[in-house]
């Protein structure tokens, strides 16, 4: 079973501009999440998307973007970059339906997407 | 805020022994963790959880241990191994099934030949 695959894997940009990254969860799993990991700051959760819907968000500000489609990927934007948005962005997937037994709290994640913003 | 942390950011043990890495938690109302291992270049990788009914979990090579009444989490992994150098997290949530977790700021494991 192929793992969590994201996409770029490292990109540089620079103040201003706009970046999506992309996320392929695991075949079957309908919960995507994003963490944005900072030496500072370490792993900080951003949103989580289940049946294209965000379930939850973190702290972050509207620059922060999701979305996921019907096929369970998911894509994460963030516009107007700054200094501070240089990271490792992760997206984690997992097994997850509507029903509490069956779900598993297990998150695989990816290798990340690596943004630098100069 | 919900805060986790771990108590030492480094620690180095001898190829063979045991080790034991140790998380404080904030949040009473947490009631799931997990212990994640995150190789250089890697995303994390899910080692072992517990649920807050449960004081003691084991799994192969290693077992968690939780003391809710002090909000201390810890990591024990037993014979350890040059591939078990890593950095450690341990991360929570208030409701299982939820995929936001709140991430300690992680253990460096190196361990030595």
């Known amino acids: 079973k192929a793992g969590v695959t994201q996409t770029p894997r490292y990109l540089i940009k620079t103040r201003g501009q706009q970046v999506t990254l992309s996320c392929s969860p695991i075949s079957g799993h309908r919960s995507v999440s994003w963490y944005q990991q900072t030496p500072g700051q370490g792993l900080q959760f951003l949103f989580e998307?289940?049946?294209?819907?965000?379930?939850n968000k973190g702290n972050f500000p509207g620059r922060f973007s999701g979305r996921q489609f019907s096929n369970s990927r998911s894509e994460m934007n963030v516009s107007t970059l700054e200094l501070g948005d240089s990271a490792l962005y992760l997206c984690?997937?997992?097994?997850?339906?509507?029903?509490?037994?069956?779900?598993?709290?297990?998150?695989?994640f990816g290798e990340g997407s690596r943004l630098t913003v100069l | 805020g919900e805060s986790v942390g771990l108590h030492l950011p480094t620690l180095s043990v001898q190829e063979g022994d045991n080790s034991i890495i140790n998380c404080a938690y904030s949040n009473s109302a947490s009631d799931y963790f997990i212990w994640y291992k995150q190789e250089s270049g890697k995303g994390p990788q899910f080692i072992i959880d517990?649920?807050?009914?449960?004081d003691k979990r084991q799994g192969q090579r290693v077992t968690v241990l939780l003391n809710k009444t002090v909000k201390h989490l810890s990591l024990q992994i037993a014979a350890t191994q040059p591939g078990d150098s890593a950095v450690y997290f341990c991360a929570e949530n208030n409701n299982f099934g939820n995929e936001k977790l709140t991430f300690g700021t992680g253990t460096r494991l190196t361990i030595i030949p």
């Open positions: 984690a997937s997992s097994y997850r339906s509507r029903s509490p037994l069956e779900t598993s709290g297990e998150l695989f």
């Open positions: 998307y289940f049946s294209e819907t965000q379930r």
């Open positions: 517990i649920r807050s009914n449960m």
